[in-house]
């Protein structure tokens, strides 16, 4: 099940959203989800984790999507409700247990949310099942530059960030391969800098080759799913029947040498 967020954990996140330090955040984050996952006008989109519908809110700015959240904290989907209204479908579930049909969703996404389950594996199983085209897992960085406790305690009290287990991106890239194979895989990094930084330095955010600087704050990575087929053999019964019979007049004549007509008979 993993840590189930309380009410003052839903109020202090829903605080930190507000918050001025949060706006670039949520900015590159978002940018750094629709670079990768590229959905189209109405495609359907399930956020695993969703919490406080911060992700689901920037989502409803592109117009089309149809959006849905699932999350196991009573108190982040009031937050979510209040925010979102009926814009976007919302779920009480769990990542390991997710209520939805196999192949539900064009895309889903897991924003911050695998490092608080307590089975990662099952979790990504079951996004993977209910996706069809896409998986975009977005992590806090456990190699984060510059130390993953001071920027993850930006978001989430100490208490909290106590109870992730926070990945590194060959980690995850592991995992996706053991459940799916060897599916194309894609990801890129976001944060290098605190939310506090901006100016000159938040110029490298956008920068190609340093978003593949495997040290970001934020990680997030796209697997694009691919069907898989179960093939085993088909049995077919049938009765064994004596030998065919020879067509009279076709292989018999054929195998028959011919006969000379004997001396004094009429041909």
Not at 204 to 218: D, T, W
Request: net charge neutral.
């Amino acid at each position: 099940m993993g840590y189930v967020f309380t009410y003052k954990d839903s109020l202090a996140c829903e605080t930190w959203h507000n918050s001025r330090q949060f706006h670039r955040v949520k900015k590159n984050q978002g940018r750094l989800l629709l670079d990768l996952l590229k959905p189209r006008p109405c495609d359907s989109i399930l956020d695993i984790g969703c919490g406080t519908g911060e992700l689901l809110s920037y989502l409803t700015a592109q117009k089309g999507l149809q959006l849905s959240g699932a999350d196991p904290s009573p108190y982040m989907l009031d937050f979510a409700k209040q925010k979102l209204g009926n814009r976007v479908d919302l779920h009480r579930a769990h990542a390991e247990d997710l209520p939805f049909d196999d192949n539900a969703f064009n895309h889903v996404c897991m924003m911050t949310s695998l490092e608080f389950t307590e089975d990662p594996l099952t979790s990504l199983e079951e996004a993977a099942r209910v996706a069809k085209d896409r998986l975009f897992i977005g992590i806090v960085n456990r190699y984060a530059f510059g130390g993953l406790q001071k920027g993850a305690s930006a978001v989430l009290e100490r208490s909290v960030c106590d109870k992730a287990h926070y990945f590194t991106v060959w980690e995850l890239k592991d995992m996706v391969r053991a459940i799916l194979g060897n599916v194309p895989v894609t990801w890129k990094a976001v944060n290098l800098m605190t939310p506090e930084t901006g100016g000159f330095f938040s110029l490298f955010e956008h920068n190609a080759l340093i978003r593949k600087f495997p040290f970001g704050a934020y990680m997030g990575m796209v697997v694009t799913l691919v069907p898989t087929y179960r093939v085993r053999p088909l049995p077919l019964k049938f009765e064994k029947k004596g030998a065919p019979e020879i067509a009279g007049g076709h292989l018999s004549t054929l195998n028959r040498e011919p006969v000379s007509p004997s001396c004094g008979a009429e041909p």
